[in-house]
């Protein structure tokens, strides 16, 4: 019997090819796919570039990628964010290179044509051979529309999307929520951990709100931590929930008591924490300065999906950046307490390290398992992957579902936001 999911490949069009349950397997491995998804996704909606303490002072500035276009995030002297194509106008060279820093111009390495940090051509090198041909007002680096919520700086190159705070909609609440991870001092980026898995991006997108692959792939991990923490973890089956914040964005609840850092502080401090604990005592720290700046170190109990490439998950930013259709970048960022007791920031480090480091016992088996899915997807071209899980149980909200934590709703959120970006 056929039914209407075994049509030929070429038979569907981009819209045939996200349905309500599953995608097409051709989202992973086809080309053209990866080409149109560069300019209706990445070049058509808020993409996240920065966090605010990443460029800290004026002249910091950080490279990054909007999809596979190399912009710079640059703080000018009074204090504004700019996001500037990696472009001289000149003949097209990089103007900056290196992840991060502090300048005060950009000079161009080839022809020596220099920028000022808002993105203004200042100067060329012998002008006089220009004669006045050279319209240097319209030869400034091309800069994008940038708007900030809660320290997160995304930039667009359209201007006539709905503001940032529109598009985020419900996720900002959840954001705000996550930036308690500052136990009282701002949150600031110390650093971050990078690597690439042979695998599409949206692979990546979709593993934020999965909880169903916890307990089987990261099974090291468990077996790494204490009882009190495998117990913590266990959330699958559990009260947690998953649930549509509109517009791709998702929330998965791992640990409803840790939804909100600041609430029931009095609660026991788990015995992993007592040795942090005492040394914040030891300090000076009061009684509730302890309790709140422990409960930060320990994380968010949720993940945030924020569409297309910023996740909060627990206690870091995991930002994707897509190379090709089959190849993606991971940054994880490490979050820390600016200006907080260093006993407290080093016990972020190592928990980060512990999880997400190159040596690491959780990421490295989730990039296995994604890089297993790119390798099977090469398989059965014209099959589907599956994505009806808690499809049954799924109840509507103002935003769009809630389901059980290991429903895969966020990720057919996410499949019908590429739906409407790719069929605009
Ligand atoms: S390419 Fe930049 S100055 Fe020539
Ligand atoms: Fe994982």
Redesign the pocket.
């Known amino acids: 019997m056929t039914s209407k999911h075994d049509i030929a490949d070429q038979a569907l069009t981009l819209a045939d090819r996200v349905q309500a349950d599953r995608v097409h397997t051709s989202l992973y491995n086809d080309p053209a796919i990866f080409e149109t998804e560069m300019d209706k996704i990445f070049a058509s909606t808020w993409v996240w570039v920065a966090h605010a303490s990443e460029v800290p002072d004026a002249g910091s500035y950080k490279n990054t990628y909007i999809g596979r276009q190399p912009v710079i995030v640059v703080r000018d002297r009074k204090q504004k964010v700019h996001v500037l194509l990696n472009r001289?106008?000149?003949?097209?060279?990089t103007?900056c290179e290196g992840k991060k820093g502090k300048t005060n111009s950009f000079v161009?390495?080839?022809?020596?044509?220099s920028y000022s940090l808002d993105g203004a051509l200042r100067g060329?090198p012998h002008p006089e051979s220009y004669a006045d041909q050279l319209e240097k007002g319209e030869l400034g680096l091309v800069s994008l529309r940038v708007e900030e919520y809660a320290g997160m700086l995304f930039a667009t190159f359209k201007d006539d999307i709905e503001p940032l705070v529109d598009y985020l909609g419900p996720a900002k609440k959840w954001m705000d929520l996550f930036m308690k991870q500052g136990g009282g001092f701002p949150i600031k980026v110390a650093g971050e951990h990078r690597f690439r898995f042979p695998g599409n991006w949206k692979i990546q997108l979709e593993n934020t709100t999965d909880a169903y692959h916890f307990p089987l792939v990261h099974k090291s991990f468990l077996s790494s931590v204490d009882q009190q923490t495998v117990e913590m973890l266990d959330f699958v089956g559990g009260p947690g929930y998953v649930e549509e914040l509109g517009n791709g964005h998702s929330v998965m609840v791992m640990i409803p008591q840790l939804v909100d850092l600041e609430a029931n502080l009095d609660a026991p401090i788990p015995e992993r924490f007592a040795e942090l604990a005492q040394a914040l005592r030891d300090e000076g720290h009061t009684d509730l300065e302890v309790r709140r700046i422990v409960r930060a170190v320990g994380g968010s109990g949720f993940n945030l999906n924020i569409f297309p490439n910023i996740a909060c998950s627990m206690a870091f930013f995991r930002v994707l950046q897509p190379i090709s259709v089959t190849e993606t970048e991971i940054h994880h960022a490490v979050i820390t307490m600016d200006g907080g007791p260093a006993v407290a920031n080093q016990a972020r480090l190592r928990m980060h390290e512990h999880f997400q480091g190159p040596m690491g016992f959780g990421t490295p088996d989730d990039s296995e398992a994604w890089e297993r899915v790119q390798k099977g997807a090469s398989a059965g071209k014209d099959l589907w992957i599956m994505l009806n899980r808690g499809l049954a149980g799924e109840k509507p909200t103002a935003d769009g579902h809630v389901s059980d934590v290991s429903a895969e709703t966020g990720m057919r959120a996410a499949y019908q936001q590429w739906k409407k970006l790719m069929t605009a």
Do not use: L
């Open positions: 001289c106008r000149h003949r097209a060279a103007v161009c390495p080839y022809h020596g044509w060329v």
